[in-house]
């Protein structure tokens, strides 16, 4: 079975300043699709980014990229400029076929004015 | 375009009753999945509707079941609850299904078993 594997249940980050999230995952396939998702106080879940796993090149969304090491299965997301909007819950997903999204545990992400 | 709604948004229920959640789809959009998060468990998939077939199943017990309508709206059922289904339950919708799409999520059902 897939699994995905956040490993900061908690993280902190001063306004303005660089954060990383961290994710792992496991899959035998070499083509899948990964996810990080939002989720503020709201509950709201709210996509941030997707790579696709046959794209080489990093994913970039304004403020937000990540770090797909394929090889390592690793597919983690750099927060640039942080803001106090970005206070929430994170989390990364994987996708393989089908429409069933694997999630991770989440991070809980606080910044701080 | 209006996005993925989910009615009611809050829920009481007692043990041993029945509940049933219902999601309605971004316009055009033609496949519905269901989730579960609760703080132990995190979230959990649990089916997955198109074309009103079922076509995709997580590991949950017969009490969950769904169905959805040929206008894509989608419904969850949970029978004789228990404490532990206690949980907010999401639903998300998609295009057609495939994996290469992105599935956007509703508010949720905050579900609380007494």
């Known amino acids: 079975a897939q699994t995905v594997t956040q490993s900061q249940p908690e993280m902190s980050v001063q306004e303005a300043e660089t954060v990383t999230l961290s994710c792992t995952y496991d899959?035998?396939?070499?083509?899948?699709?990964l996810f990080w998702y939002k989720q503020p106080p709201s509950r709201q879940m709210i996509l941030v980014i997707r790579?696709?796993?046959?794209?080489?090149q990093n994913a970039t969304e304004n403020r937000f990229s990540v770090n797909f090491q394929k090889a390592a299965k690793s597919f983690s997301l750099k927060i640039s400029d942080s803001q106090l909007g970005d206070t929430a819950m994170y989390f990364c997903a994987f996708m393989e076929y089908g429409n069933k999204l694997v999630f991770g545990a989440g991070t809980i992400l606080r910044v701080k004015s | 375009k209006a996005g993925v709604t989910q009615t009611p948004r809050y829920l009481i229920k007692t043990r041993g009753q029945q509940v049933t959640l219902s999601c309605s789809p971004i316009s055009g959009h033609r496949s519905v999945s269901w989730y579960q998060q609760t703080p132990g468990q995190g979230l959990q998939f649990l089916f997955e509707y198109f074309s009103e077939t079922q076509r995709n199943k997580g590991n949950f017990p017969g009490r969950f079941s769904g169905r959805q309508f040929s206008n894509s709206r989608s419904e969850m059922n949970v029978s004789t609850l228990e404490l532990g289904d206690s949980a907010l339950y999401l639903c998300?919708?998609?295009?057609?299904?495939?994996?290469?799409?992105?599935?956007?999520f509703g508010p949720g059902t905050r579900l609380l078993v007494l």
């Open positions: 998300a919708s998609s295009l057609a299904g495939v994996a290469a799409e992105t599935q956007y």
């Open positions: 899959t035998s396939e070499n083509n899948y699709y």
């Open positions: 790579q696709e796993a046959y794209k080489q």
